[in-house]
């Protein structure tokens, strides 16, 4: 059996893009809806984590580039 491969950020917000489509169209049943919805909130959280690990990365980089150059006398 093959390994699902993992969606990237991007892959991600065209999901969660058709997920908020689907669910304006308003012709779904409820349950639909619902698992949608969920489907929708967790691909959210999954986003929402991506951005804060870049964040956090670019804030490091930052830092070490302030460092650099503050050691380099160029600050």
């Keep these: 059996?093959?390994?699902?491969?993992?969606k990237n950020f991007e892959q991600?917000?065209?999901e969660i893009?058709?997920?908020?489509?689907s669910l304006e169209q308003k012709n779904?049943?409820?349950?639909q809806?619902?698992?949608l919805f969920e489907k929708g909130t967790a691909l959210i959280r999954e986003c929402q984590k991506t951005l804060l690990s870049a964040e956090q990365k670019i804030s490091s980089?930052?830092?070490d580039i302030?460092?650099?150059?503050?050691?380099?006398?160029?600050a």
Excluded: C, F, P, W
């Design 1 to 6: 059996m093959a390994e699902k491969k993992s």
């Design 17 to 21: 893009e058709k997920i908020v489509s």
């Design 12 to 14: 991600k917000i065209s």
């Design 33 to 35: 809806s619902l698992e």
């Design 66 to 74: 302030q460092n650099e150059s503050k050691r380099d006398g160029i």
């Design 28 to 31: 779904l049943e409820l349950e």
């Design 61 to 63: 980089l930052n830092i």
